[in-house]
């Protein structure tokens, strides 16, 4: 082990210094491994990677994080001795707040690895009210003596032991309720629906009584009532109700005048509870109104029916409406068709639905669902095929309600191929005998191993089928570990263990300013649930967080927009890890802040001059236990964050509109452009589309259909065509494509190319060279040879080829060399085809100025010091041999081909203009 201390090597943040693994070895044996760069603290690299480790200071003046280095180098970084002694550090003892490290790692961090995760915390209490609401539901009170210790949202749920069952792993059964009281009230309450049979049920009807114990753990979910003005529409579904009325309880907390109808629905007459409750708010809160309606015909309600059916227009604001919904997945899904089917976008529409996640039988029916989804189900449960989640999904999607999963109960005996059962689509899939039948001769009950598959493809692993024919104790499925979400939909839906669905949708989020203002609403409910509950160590996290994203930030300049977007997405994530709700944390990533920077900011150069500020502030004001001050922080950086990104957005807008136009120039004229992804391509593209032209967009990359959609999305004519035109075969198909689509090419302009490697000649392999030439020259040789016939034979056209003043440059001479016979090209061309009506002309560029590429050229990131010389080198050379010693524009490239491709240029041929600030070349 080598060791270094004392000395100050930081270097910039965000360079690309060599990195290393670090083994976190934990007190009780877990391993952590993070990835560390030479200029990072052990600490930081720890934290941004989400991994906690013992913190306080940051600074090598505590001693806190003191950790034992096994193996490997670092430098020890400066620390006073009270934090480590020149014993300890001789003994091997390093502080990973100051260490960094020169090789991997491995060290003995003096903690469990408890510290390295965050989880819901288990609390005890005593039941206190035991309620028959109703003959379907009953009322749970609970009271715990450390009620202080629990915070939680308004519509959040936790999992509840149920005492005196067997998970048959030693511990309870677990069933999952949402609070119906306020956030701030002292008791607990709970609303259960009774089903027979249930673990939950049975022991409420049963064996419970008051002062017994029970425990659950929570908080958990992001289903929640977000802070905000605008009008809510809350539909409960069955005891659905619960989140609901917490919801209630808290806007009535808050004295809130806010616009709010609930419409509640439920299945019978029996299921309806709470309604003096409900009547109370709508006395109590001024901006509250709700309906209800059951949908058993003979009920004696005054609606009868579904929710949807009490859904109005004025409950909608045109889509300025938060819509919270509680219940099981077809009402969520009728909902949201109905909402859709009315032509409404809400800004935000929050549900939280239940599928069932345990078998149940005729005779134990499984109490899986909270109360609040099954009251409305049309429950039939006493089929023997497991109505879990996954058994009615095909690709992630519930396609079966729960009353579809009922077996086949008729005679089995006369079926044949022909039935409908043994097909899909009409097509068939089993057989009624032989092999490869699926249905038991004997009792009709699906055989497992075909039922498994569809299309030949097995669906269903062999765990989930086995319920099928034999029903599992419902205690199986409570072992599932309790925090481990089972599924993440695409939309970043979170089904967990207990089968609660939980989601939000906004309308075209990754496109406006809801993204952010979503990031507000949850961080908003993460402080709630933290606010005042941080250890120290945590404090210290989330303000070393904080502090990362400081220097890449500097007055209203981006010093890099990149590690700004990556350091802010670990801290806006930290304060979600900290709640101890990975539901949380999944509702934020799935919001997509991280990539929607990454997109929008990759040439970004301004930033709000307090956006990277606020984050140390908002750290400040959970240190100084400043609620205020942290909720206004939170709101007023969504708000810089939002302007940062629209001006990002205004600057690329602008930066892709060409500066110069002549209208109509381009007009009639099929224009097929190579290398058009990007640079001097796309800008060249842009203008001509400006002009009036009809594109050929041709590069290998994809991305070329991105400016093919942009250019079209502006009203002009562009098709993309993806193709290698190092070998002649994707030059002719470019040509193909071309002709197919406009039956002619009247400009081909040449601009694929470009210089590869940077380095004295001596350097250059056999294979660089070749790479050189077949990028350089080949790609318009070809292009000018599968093009010509086509122009030869309408007695017409123009061949604009890019060339480089670099045929007299440095460090790059395979690529002069190929410059200097596009030169060649150019001249001979004009001379031979002249007499057909064809001009060839070409503009040799020099050094451009142009955003970061998008597709790399495959130049290696010069990493010596000589590699850097050598590459810095044609740089100084091609500034020397401007006499305006600078780079030019996009713009000022692409204006010299338009002139040479257009009319204007009708008596130039053979000609290769400078475009160099006076370098000839
Ligand atoms: S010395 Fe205080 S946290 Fe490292």
Redesign the pocket.
């Known amino acids: 082990m080598t060791v270094t201390t004392d000395r100050d090597t930081a270097a910039p943040a965000g360079t690309d210094a060599p990195s290393h693994q670090v083994a976190l070895a934990f007190e009780d044996g877990v391993t952590r491994f993070i990835t560390c760069r030479e200029d990072q603290t052990v ?1 930081d690299a720890s934290y941004r990677q989400r991994i906690n480790i013992p ?12 950790a034992f280095c096994e193996s490997g180098d670092y430098d020890g970084g400066t ?1 006073i001795d009270d ?1 480590l002694s020149a014993d300890e550090s001789a003994a091997g003892y390093a ?4 260490m960094k490290p020169t090789s991997d790692l491995v060290l003995q961090i003096s903690a469990t690895s408890d510290i390295a995760k965050t989880q819901a915390a288990t609390f005890t209490g005593t039941v206190v009210e035991l309620e028959r609401l109703s003959e379907s539901t009953m009322r749970l009170a609970i009271e715990i003596a450390n009620r202080g210790d629990l915070a939680f949202l308004p519509g959040q749920y936790v999992n509840i032991a149920v005492p005196g069952t067997d998970d048959g792993d030693g511990g309870l059964l677990t069933r999952s309720y949402s609070f119906a009281n306020g956030p701030h009230e002292e008791r607990l309450v709970f609303l259960v629906k009774l089903t027979p049979g249930g673990a939950m049920s049975t022991y409420l009807t049963e064996r419970a009584t008051r002062g017994e114990s029970i425990s659950f753990t929570g908080p958990h979910g992001s289903f929640f009532l977000r802070e905000a003005a605008r009008p809510v529409l809350l539909l409960a579904g069955g005891t659905g109700l619960a989140p609901i009325l917490s919801m209630l309880r808290k806007l009535h907390d808050d004295d809130s005048r806010r616009k709010v109808h609930l419409i509640y629905g439920v299945s019978t007459d029996t299921d309806l509870v709470a309604l003096d409750e409900i009547e109370y708010f709508a006395r109590e809160l001024p901006g509250f109104t709700w309906n209800h309606c059951v949908s058993d015909p003979d009920s004696t309600a005054v609606n009868k029916g579904y929710v949807m059916s009490l859904i109005a227009p004025e409950h909608l604001y045109d889509g300025d409406v938060a819509i919270y919904l509680c219940g099981p997945p077809p009402m969520v899904e009728a909902v949201r068709t109905h909402v859709s089917d009315a032509g409404i976008d809400p800004t935000g529409f929050y549900y939280e639905k239940f599928a069932l996640a345990v078998p149940a039988t005729s005779s134990t029916v499984a109490d899986t669902a909270p109360p609040s989804a099954v009251a409305t189900l049309p429950v039939v449960l006493e089929d023997s095929v497991v109505p879990a989640a996954d058994a009615r999904a095909i690709a992630g999607q519930i396609t079966l309600p729960v009353a579809d999963i009922s077996p086949w109960r008729g005679p089995m005996a006369d079926l044949t191929d022909d039935d409908g059962r043994f097909r899909i689509a009409g097509q068939q899939m089993w057989h009624s005998t032989g092999n490869d039948r699926i249905v038991d001769p004997d009792d009709g009950r699906l055989l497992p191993a075909d039922a498994r598959g569809i299309a030949g493809q097995n669906v269903f692993s062999p765990r989930d089928i086995e319920p099928l024919a034999t029903p599992q104790p419902a205690s199986a499925a409570a072992t599932v570990a309790a925090d481990t979400p089972v599924a993440v939909a695409p939309d970043a839906t979170t089904i967990t263990p207990e089968g609660y669905q939980i989601g939000e949708e906004h309308p075209e989020i990754h496109e406006s300013d809801a993204i952010f203002e979503a990031r507000a609403a949850l961080e908003l409910g993460a402080l709630e649930l933290t606010f005042g509950r941080l250890t120290s160590q945590q404090l ?1 996290g989330y303000r070393l967080l904080a502090e990362t994203t400081v220097p890449f930030v500097e007055g209203d300049r981006f010093v890099d927009a990149a590690e700004y977007t990556e350091t802010n997405a670990n801290f806006h994530d930290y304060l979600f890890t900290l709640t101890g709700n990975t539901h949380l944390l999944d509702a934020y990533q799935a919001l997509g802040v991280k990539g929607r920077m990454s997109e929008v900011l990759r040439n970004a150069t301004w930033c709000h001059p307090l956006c990277a500020q606020d984050h140390v502030d908002i750290v400040a004001a959970f240190e100084s236990g400043d609620r205020d001050a942290a909720r206004a922080l939170i709101s007023a950086h969504a708000d810089r964050s939002k302007q940062t990104m629209r001006r990002a957005m205004a600057d690329e807008m602008a930066a892709r509109r060409p500066r110069f136009v002549t209208p109509g120039r381009f007009a009639g004229k099929v224009v097929v452009v190579t290398g058009a992804a990007q640079g001097i391509g796309a800008a060249t593209a842009r203008r001509i589309g400006a002009e009036g032209g009809t594109l050929v967009l041709a590069d290998r990359s994809d991305l070329v259909t991105e400016l093919a959609d942009e250019l079209t999305a502006s009203g002009a004519a562009a098709v993309p065509a993806i193709a290698d035109l190092e070998g002649f075969g994707g030059a002719e198909s470019v040509v193909a494509a071309a002709l197919a689509a406009f039956d002619r090419v009247d400009v081909l302009i040449n601009n694929v190319g470009g210089a590869i490697n940077f380095k004295p000649f001596t350097e250059f392999t056999d294979d660089q060279i070749r790479a050189e030439i077949d990028r350089s020259l080949m790609t318009t040789l070809f292009a000018c040879r599968a093009v010509l016939p086509s122009m030869v034979a309408r007695g017409d056209g123009v061949i604009v080829n890019v060339s480089s003043a670099a045929t007299r440059g440095v460090n790059r001479i395979p690529y002069s060399a190929a410059k200097g016979g596009i030169n060649a090209i150019t001249a001979s061309l004009a001379m031979e085809y002249a007499d057909s009506g064809i001009r060839v002309v070409a503009t040799a560029p020099g050094g451009t100025q142009a955003p970061e590429r998008r597709v790399s050229r495959g130049t290696p990131e010069p990493v010596t010091a000589t590699e850097q010389d050598w590459f810095q080198a044609h740089i100084d050379q091609t500034l020397a041999s401007s006499l305006m010693h600078r780079y030019g524009t996009l713009d000022e490239q692409a204006a010299a081909i338009c002139f040479l491709a257009s009319e204007e240029a009708s008596y130039i041929t053979g000609t290769v203009l400078p475009v160099a600030g006076g370098d000839a070349g």
């Open positions: 600490a913190l306080d200071c940051r600074d090598g003046a505590c001693g806190t994080c003191k620390y934090a502080l990973p707040c100051c210290a």
